[in-house]
């Protein structure tokens, strides 16, 4: 069992509020991603989990039990750093040991686990090296290593393939996911990166400013964001936003559009614009286009497009797939 | 561009790094070959180098009129002892300073090293009287108390760079993996910190050996390490240079042996951090 519920939780450092009263519910088994841009308070919210820092308010409920006052290696939690932190002086298997060992485990039973452990990963053959002899991708794999050994209630992920180039990245994003579907534990994983978030979550948590501001799967969050500040941080390229009243849609402050929902009209058709600069991928083309009061716009469309900077263009929206902002940012539900 | 190198300038760098070296070295040559020179011939002039007559009559001469292994004793077991007992501070200090810091902590910092700036010789005769009324004058506990006091600011702060190396994230790991403090710092922290607990422990080993203002002027002879053997023959009517450096020299042969096994354990600890 692995289930996690925040109740109200703060964290403030002096004057300073990092977390603001977040409220999240994250069921057993499920694989959470925790996104938004740097400083947005991620990581404090994955150490308050984890135990590392200590909450000003609030309560953290680890299958129903409060655990605010339970020091980390008691939350039955595991957690992958993004330096890894491997013990450089210990081999990899003295790395993954280590927590049993602390945990008073007898040593045949260690022993059995981490052969375990080992084979999982494809680490057995690297067991009595030390860290500095393996490569960045086999250090993450013996980080991941010692937090399966303890059969944790769930695992913590902080950004744990930044260190790793992009190909190595990919690979390890897939073995991530197949390794905790496999084992069916409760993963919270902090990234940046949005692909991430998207690829791997069953469900994301966006956080901006110390606040969570959407909390739904990753579909969820592309097709229906609760406001601009979701909407334009899922997607890439970005969401485009006009205002609502140039765009001829009065009561409207701020009216969304992804660039692969526009598409290329005929003369007269949509809104007209000039091509300032086009990105021709080979599968899809990118326009940025100037849309006079609009303002600069992006399109993304299927294929190849013969258009060139200083072309003109109609750009018509997809009816089916506008959003819709108040003034204050929040999608007006129709 | 790489700097060019030429045989003439590796040439004369040599020369002069050997020139610098032997410069530094000679008067510790001087003293051993002065250890093995009758009295007569220490203050001949010209001096003789090295066609003299040589002896060994001053080394039997010194061990017969003071007990050498005495003194060594007395210097092993307080500058042991005083080593040990400020790196059994130090390292909690040390660690609390460098992993869980509060505002205050640059000032603690300064302030103890601020002590190493007094003259010691400020504080000689209240030391003396505490000493005094606590019966610790010429006792080894009291020399072990003073100069692991007096080092204490130096040992600290070393480790406290080193730890400040060590990061955070593995302490954080072992925490996750369920390491109590008490074990962080024995399975994690000090293996980890091995390289500088040894150059801080060596380091303040010598330091401890040399000193010769407290141990002088609180110890006569029960406690007296090999500083006061040495001062013992350094007398006011005529000076027995070749007594003197068959004392020194066997005062500081112990030190100069145990900084050859480890120079390279010492420059690595001085150096430690300067580079990543």
């Known amino acids: 069992m692995g289930q996690i519920t925040l109740q109200r939780v703060r964290k403030s450092f002096g004057p300073v509020s990092i977390i603001k009263d977040a409220n999240l519910d994250i069921e057993d088994g499920s694989f959470v991603v925790f996104v938004g841009p740097s400083g947005c308070g991620k990581t404090t919210l994955l150490r308050l989990i984890a135990g590392l820092e200590d909450v000003t308010g609030g309560q953290i409920l680890i299958d129903g039990r409060n655990v605010v006052d339970v020091p980390p290696a008691k939350r039955g939690l595991s957690m992958v750093f993004q330096s890894y932190a491997l013990y450089p002086h210990m081999s990899v298997r003295g790395n993954i040991a280590f927590g049993l060992k602390m945990a008073g485990l007898p040593r045949p039973e260690i022993h059995r686990k981490v052969e375990a452990a080992a084979a999982t990963l494809n680490l057995t053959p690297y067991l009595d090296r030390k860290p500095r002899e393996l490569s960045g991708g086999q250090r993450q794999r013996v980080a991941i290593g010692r937090a399966i050994v303890r059969e944790p209630k769930a695992f913590l992920f902080d950004e744990p393939l930044s260190n790793l180039d992009a190909a190595l990245r990919v690979q390890m994003r897939l073995e991530v996911t197949k390794l905790q579907k496999q084992l069916g534990t409760t993963a919270v994983y902090v990234t940046h990166d949005q692909v991430e978030a998207m690829t791997m979550a069953d469900k994301i948590v966006v956080l901006n400013a110390g606040s969570i501001e959407q909390y739904g799967s990753p579909i969820e969050l592309y097709e229906r964001p609760a406001n601009l500040f979701v909407a334009g941080f899922i997607g890439s390229p970005k969401m485009n936003f006009v205002s609502g009243a140039a765009a001829g849609e009065p009561g409207v402050a701020t009216l969304g559009v992804r660039p692969e929902h526009l598409k290329i009209g005929k003369e007269g058709e949509g809104w007209p614009g000039t091509v300032s600069v086009a990105e021709h991928l080979g599968s899809d083309t990118f326009l940025y286009v100037d849309a006079g009061k609009l303002g600069m716009l992006t399109a993304r469309c299927i294929g190849e497009f013969s258009l060139k900077a200083g072309d003109r263009v109609w750009l018509v929206p997809d009816p089916a797939r506008l959003h819709r902002f108040d003034k204050d940012g929040e999608v007006i539900r129709r | ?276």
């Not at chain 2, 005769?125 to 020399?143: H, K, Q």
């Not at chain 2, 480790?159 to 399975?187: H, Q, S, V």
Request: hydrophobic letters at 55%; charged letters at 15%.
């Open chain 2, 1 to 276: 561009m790489a700097r060019k190198v030429t045989a003439r300038r590796v040439w004369v760098s040599t020369a002069a790094a050997w020139l610098f070296g032997f410069l530094i070295f000679l008067p510790i040559l001087w003293m051993v070959l002065t250890s093995f020179k009758t009295e007569l011939e220490a203050f001949a002039m010209p001096p003789t180098f090295l066609f003299f007559h040589w002896t060994t009559e001053n080394y039997a001469t010194v061990q017969g009129r003071s007990d050498y292994l005495h003194h060594a004793l007395n210097s092993i077991m307080v500058a042991g002892g005083s080593t040990l007992i400020a790196l059994l501070i130090a390292i909690p200090a040390a660690w609390s300073m460098a992993f869980a810091p509060t505002k205050r902590t640059k000032d603690v910092l300064l302030w103890m090293l601020s002590t190493k700036m007094m003259p010691p010789v400020g504080v000689l005769v209240p030391i003396y009287l505490i000493y005094r009324d606590f019966g610790l004058l010429d006792t080894r506990a009291g020399l072990v108390l003073i100069l692991c006091l007096g080092n204490l600011p130096i040992v600290i702060w070393m480790l406290f760079t080193y730890f400040k190396e060590i990061p955070k994230d593995i302490l954080e790991a072992a925490r996750m993996d369920g390491a109590t403090i008490g074990r962080e710092l024995i399975y994690v922290l000090t293996p980890m910190a091995v390289p500088g607990l040894a150059s801080t422990l060596l380091l303040n080993f010598i330091l401890a050996w040399n000193e010769a203002f407290w141990t002088l002027n609180l110890s006569t002879l029960d406690a007296a390490p090999l500083t006061v053997f040495i001062a013992s023959y350094s007398s006011p009517e005529g000076l027995f240079w070749a007594k003197l450096s068959a004392a020194s020299t066997l005062a500081i042969a112990p030190i100069i042996i145990l900084g050859w096994f480890t120079q390279r354990q010492l420059v690595r600890g001085l150096t430690f951090g300067a580079v990543k």
